[in-house]
């Protein structure tokens, strides 16, 4: 060993430490409280405001004003709790039909050793990145051709194009993550791909299927360009066009505080969601996005 | 038979009434669609459809800028509208939908730029309503400092609108055609903006900001700037009839203290002139029951509903006569003393613009928004804002 | 090899990749391919059905146009200056509520919320909150005494762009974060109790442990949140209309395709769009070595 | 280089209780050795020690100091992970002089200082290359260089063999003996392997459900054990044991048991014995009648330098017996005897307690050799 | 059950060749054990047998039919993973039952089917659990039972208890050799472990570099080994080995090497004896000069049954002597001599070969005894 003397490290007594380590962790939850403010004082100032009438607005009081008239002109609202159902409707028809095509094609790329997997999921994540406006157009022609105009149908479809890439994409992260044993055992006991992915490997990718679920379930409860372009008519609209709709007795009036109700109320089901798969949406994309 | 009708959120009720009056009337069914509460956003869905020749709909809720756009897919109803029928519609507001010779829509109601002030305020402090801009700029500030000095503090002299938006492109024209700038382009297509008039009235709005007016109205849109006046905290404001209601409603802090006149003009002598923003109903070119339809534009844009709609919706009617009809002044008692301020409206440019007008509106509103804002000098600009305008038309 | 078993397989890999292959030719494909041939003609919106091919005009139109230079350099400042404050801050959110410390479970779920929530709705939120006569953030300012008067944060153009970026920071920080807190449970713990018992200082622990081994994390969190902020639309269209200051290449080319019905010159400047995106994609993707990552 | 003292040491993880009150003496220079069942606590202790877990209760010193809410950075410790824990981004070389660049040590001294900790550790000629590129031995070598480097009070290790061959395992606690030997520096060291602990362990510690069974030097536990679970656990193969009961004589009690055994041990003090242990090499086979039990020989396995006989008693229990030479092959799957010495019987109460501890025959030793 | 052959397999992963032109042929009911260090392609040759992975080049033949291009599915084998693989998501009875309703066969018969393996291997009390809630030792038995359930031609394993503590391993190391005592069904089993190589094995394949190195019982192995290769690889602790050097006498070859060692070695033929190696239980300790060899007596471990001597040779050398009792504590540290029997002494050309192999000194194995 080398000469070399090492600078003897300052300890100091174990109370010092410990009242150091109470200053640090009192410090973090103030940063913690802070954070929160960030993220939910908006949502709680838009519940405030979807409280107050009129001139009330305008007076910066930060508690609600609990008058729930707004709600319940919104409940009262059968076009737009029909169009919570078109939401419901074709949100869950695009998280389950992207699930599907996703995780078809995630086993493929995921699994199966072929040449031009590569290229395929190169081109897969630069159908990604268009810009939905370009492909307006196009869609519309696609969505009359089909004959699903004004049909929450169209939107299912459309929403694929935005759907598809991403839940791919995590998917086939996800399943290359698995170990590959499983597999094999399955294949030794005479399964077949389809006879694997569903049986072993779906019921296994819960927190993936979670993860990437909610993610094309918020985009799709929340799109607004597609939807505004290809409903027509109330009975098929979904519900970020229904708050879209609301309109005070003038073209040029914006009733903010109708608008905040009805915002905050379909936020709520999206906020639930998240709440309740917070876990499985760290989980799912730690196994699934990140690895790229 | 059933057609189906395009009616803006704001009217579905409105709209509504009409058709069951008309059921009533005719046996025909009338479907209702609500647009966008942003009727802008209606434009590439009427676009997508029309271009689609599709026979969903029939009857077109428009814009008075949109007719120029849509001209080409509007049935003309010239010979399907009794001319009886048409004549009782203010000529101007009748004329700007007959394009290349066709009538492609009907005047349903119409808007107007007008000047809302506090008149409790002017009274107290003993002023009248100003005839000109200097005058309204002077009382303004009078009473905002005067206001303030009693501890209002979060008075302001005038509230507007001066986002980069369409309605700024109404808030400039407003100015300089009152102050004898005309109105970008003029009906032969000559572009007249490039003028000294133009100028000085943008100059002197440009004035009033951080003045007599907050900082903010350089993003106010109309609810903004109605929310500082309504909440008791400016002067004088401008905007649409509309206000009239609002400000009369529960929870309004300036209940029977609004006054409202025509907008001031830029001189002495010359003509006051609110942007004028009628509505119109049009029927598509590709309908399958066109008679049905411009029957039910009819309808629609006659003198009952248009009654109707101005009593219960204080929606201001295109047709002459109602401007005296009393059940119409008892709700919209403004109505007679600014009839003169519909006959004198300025227009925008769209007849002749056309498909273009959303272009030349748009390069208008940025370079009139940047020379307020203290970005551009409003001679330069306006001068190479005609320039482009030039270019433009040579583009189609 | 056995090239018939290998050859059945791929065969199953084609089957399994049939649905997405249809799908994604049904509804990006063909409209893109739709959107590519009209960047060609002179095609106006109202009538498509007309139009005459004029080879790359429009892209030369584009190209020389003031305004779409005036909405990259936005576009471009926006996505540096709001992934860079999202990055910075993901981070910080991410490593704090990576700490065992009570209330971060609460912390976890309530970080999403802005995400969840509609961007046209929070933006209407935001411009309430920033409004300068009546919004509570002026208010609590105000009553802080950090200003005297309420600012109109949304009418300068100097402030306008900070408005934009400060928005798109709250509604997007939450993707962050999750992405960066993925990747930080990934890493072993070990390696920073190795550092730690090493008697290495925290912010040392932070730049040469954590740092480096986030990069895939972040990384990947950079290039989805870059993609994104290259297309962003809604966010200053309903904040700010058209105004120059903040139009970026998505609202330039709705504008010429809706607004000015050139459906040649939009698809066009939509193509612009496209490529632009598709080119910094393809640096990162570089730069990160994610294709690698996508073979493996 | 320092002592290492616990005092009443508790931990739980939320409701759960994993370390009971323990304490532990351990003098400077001293290599004690955790070992103990999975789960039953060992890494959970040596991670208090290192601070990267803070006791529930109790007190940990170093050197004297009461360092119980010290941060792991300021003890002066260094930790060897069962993973390595390398920095997978650094090169060798900067691993190992990690701890240095913090220190305000110059570039040139802290190169010096990794060089010669490398040289030591035989890693010198890799010290550009990445972790990921290093065998799993080299790895370890670089892991251990990175504790040596700062020259720390006490070394610990948490099973930091368990990842390689039996070959490189070998060699590698090889190494660390002679580390120990070098520096004299305290060392606290995990493991699962029987030979790590019985060949460098000074004092080894048995745990077992976060208490701790026995503590003595490798011979002392293997000879002397505490009581039943130290006697299993340390071994390999492990003790054969056979329930028996015990019959209430005239003096002394006599204990019969399966397969016809009978005994009449020494000690006994009045204990009731509840079950008796052998070691399988202090057990022979010898022709029926000749021995202390009968079994059935079931199998023989050949392990080249010597042989594993299974003999089943009663058709229950299966003891193991350790044999140079094979036994007879006719022999397999018939009744043989086994015998052993009275010595090297070693006798539990029901509760598992060993009897006769205190008169420790001290020729237990001698008896199974 | 069936026998297995391979006739010139080859497997490379893009440009990396792993096996090389492997010829091997496995008789039916044959129990074939894979060694060889980890990365020489055990794994690869027992996945290229179940078809889990193609081969490159080569015909495997199983029963005599050439399934080279059949599926895995088909081939009648059955894996059993180091990790076990169980179905994490199924109770242990699906687990075991999967393969059956593969099949397609009635539930009722898979249930007593199911019922009847788990009894057989003691988890039928386990088969509601999930896996992760039962210990390692029945997550194998289950995993062995889902090979079972199935009555495949052939058995694979792939390290299936390296997983496992020593104990538990011992114990299913007689079970899975109860198990093919049994069943008497083909199995080969890839292993790290000597002692499951040496105890369970009809014949032991030793691969190295994907190239098999040696085949043969495990006795021959240990006695015979053909090169230098199998001779360190089989044997723990391994074979002592020594440089020499050949000095040609008058009619035979002598032998010097380091620590004063010489040898006259019966066989030879002419061939240059490169090293020489002896097995650590045929070393034995003597006082200095009444050796073959002399050299510095490092260390002495103490395993409680045995002891190991290190004792280094000329500074360079390290060789591990197996001692029943300790040598004297004063001799440690000090200059010993080396002695072993001539027929105990291995020899071993420059390339590895052993020398002497066709005149194999039949005592050898006596000698070491
Ligand atoms: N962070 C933790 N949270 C909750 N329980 C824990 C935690 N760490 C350890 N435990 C529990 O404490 C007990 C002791 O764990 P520890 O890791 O000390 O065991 P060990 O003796 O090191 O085992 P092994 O030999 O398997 O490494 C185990 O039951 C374990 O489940
Ligand atoms: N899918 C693969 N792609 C590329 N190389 C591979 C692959 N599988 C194995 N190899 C390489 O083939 C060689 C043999 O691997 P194999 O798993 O057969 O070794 P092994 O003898 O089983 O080792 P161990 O004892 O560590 O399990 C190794 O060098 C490994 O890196
Ligand atoms: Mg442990
Ligand atoms: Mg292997």
Redesign the interface.
Known sequence: ??E?T??L???????Y??LR?RAL?SL??F??FL??I???F??Y??FV?STK????????V?LPALDFTYYRQLIDNPIFMGSLLNSAYVAVATTFLSL???I??A???GR????Q??A???V???????????????????I?WLGL??RPSALV??Y??ST??FT?WILT?FIREF?R??E??????????L?I?L??LL??MGPSLASTGILAF?LAW?E??FA??FT???ENRTV??A????????????P?GQ??AA?VT??LP??A???VF?RR??AG??AG???? | ETISVFCAPTEFELCTKVADAWKAKTGNEAKINKMPALLDDAIPIYQQLLAAKSKDIDVLFLDVIWLGMFKANLLDLKSMVPQADQDKHFASTLNAAKLDGNLVAMPAYMDVGLMFYRKDLLEKYGKLPPKTWDELAATAKEIQEKERAAGNDKMWGYAWQAKSYEGLTCDAIELIASNGGGTIIADDGKVTIDNPQAAEAIEKAKGWIGSISPEGVLNYDEEASRAVFESGDAVFHRNWPYVWGTSHKEGSSVIDKVGVMPLPVGKDGQKSSGCLGPMYYGVSKYSAKAQVAADFVNFITGTDMQKMRAVEATLNPSIQSLYSDPDVLEKIPFLKDNQQAFADSAVRPSGYTGTSYNRVSQAFYRSTHDMLSGSADPKEGFASLAKRLEKLKESR | MSARLARRDHRAAWLFLLPVIVAMLVVAVWPLGRTFFFAFTDAYLDDPSVYSMVGLDNFIEVFNDHSWWLAVRNTLIFTAISVTIETVLGLAIALLINEAIPGRGLARAAILVPWAIPVVVATRIWEWMLNDQFGVINKILVGLGVIDHGVAWTASSSLIMGVVIFIDVWMTTPFMVLLILAGLQMISQEIFEAAEVDGIPAWKRFWSITLPMLRPAIGVAVLFRVLDALRMFDLSYVLAGSNEKVMTVSIYARDRLISFQELGVGSSASTWVFLLVALVAIIIIGALRLDKAAGH | MASVSMESVSKSFGTQSVIHNVDLKIDDGEFIVFVGPSGCGKSTLLRIVAGLISASSGTVRIGGDDVTDVPASKRGVAFVFQSYALYPHMSVARNIGFALETMGIRRDAIAQKVQSVARMLKVDHLLDRRPRELSGGQRQRVAIGRALVRQPDIFLFDEPLSNLDADLRMEMRMEIAKLHGDLQTTMIYVTHDQAEAMTLADRIVVLNHGRIEQIGTPSELYHRPDNRFVAGFIGSPRMNFLPVETQTGDNSAGVIGPGGLSLTPKAGDGETIAEIGVRPEAVRIVPTGAGRLDCVLERVEDLGHEHFAYCRIAGDALWVIRLAAAPAAETIGQTVALSFDDQAVFLFAANGRRIGLEAEPSDIRRAIR
């Not at chain 1, 094999?184 to 791909?193: F, K, M, N, Q």
């Not at chain 1, 996005?289 to 790229?292: D, N, S, T």
């Open positions: 060993m080398t070399l090492l600078p490290p300052v300890r100091r007594s174990s109370a430490y410990r380590r962790r973090q939850i940063a913690l954070v929160l960030y993220t939910l908006p949502y100032w838009a405001s009438q009129g001139a009330a607005l305008y007076r910066s930060l599907v095509i996703g078809s094609a086993y493929a790329l199966i050793d072929f040449p997997r590569r395929v999921l190169m897969i994540l630069m159908i990604s990145i268009f810009p939905q406006v370009v492909v307006l157009s196009g869609m519309f022609e696609l009359n105009f004004n479809l459309t694929l194009l598809v890439p791919t992260t170990p044993e499983l094999e055992a399955a294949i030794v006991d005479g399964c077949s791909h006879r992915l049986k072993i019921p296994l918020i929340n607004f360009l505004l372009t027509l008519t109330d970020p066009v708050i879209g709709l609301i309109a005070g007795t003038n073209r040029y009036e914006y903010f608008i905040m915002s379909v936020t999206l906020i969601v998240v709440l917070q949406i760290v994309l730690t996005a990140v690895k790229g």
